[in-house]
């Protein structure tokens, strides 16, 4: 790079600051991206396929479960019946739950990353 005579030495070191200052400030999103996932544990968000729980899992495993226990312990047909519906019934209410924790717990790491990133690329680390 060919400077004119009069920019001097100050012209010169600003165009080095040009020139390196975009380098620089990806390094630093980086540093500051990879310190808020390793404090925060979030890493993205995951698809709610993904999530643990759900309410048609919780259904199917609550009727499975009390199924079972009906055949085991259970003569009467109708009871076993009335009693892998009211399994299910349960088990989806509880599958549910688990579904909403586990987004919340989600949404509470994504705020503290979002809180450590820019703490960060503020300069407060």
């Given at each position: 790079m060919i400077l004119p005579k009069s920019t001097g030495f100050a012209g010169a070191l600003a165009a080095i600051a040009l020139f390196a200052h975009p380098a620089a400030a990806q390094d630093r999103y980086s540093y500051c991206q990879q310190r808020a996932s390793d404090l925060s544990g979030y890493t993205g968000r995951v698809p709610d396929r993904y999530l643990p729980g759900g309410a048609l899992e919780g259904a199917a495993r609550g009727a499975a479960v009390s199924g079972v226990g009906g055949l085991i312990f259970e003569k009467n047909k109708k009871k076993r019946k009335r009693n892998v519906r009211r399994g299910a019934a349960i088990g989806a209410l509880v599958g549910a739950i688990k579904r909403g924790n586990a987004k919340k717990k989600?949404?509470?790491?994504?705020?503290?990353?979002?809180?450590?990133?820019?703490?960060?690329?503020?300069?407060?680390y």
């Open positions: 989600q949404n509470r790491a994504a705020r503290n990353y979002r809180l450590e990133l820019d703490a960060c690329m503020r300069g407060g």
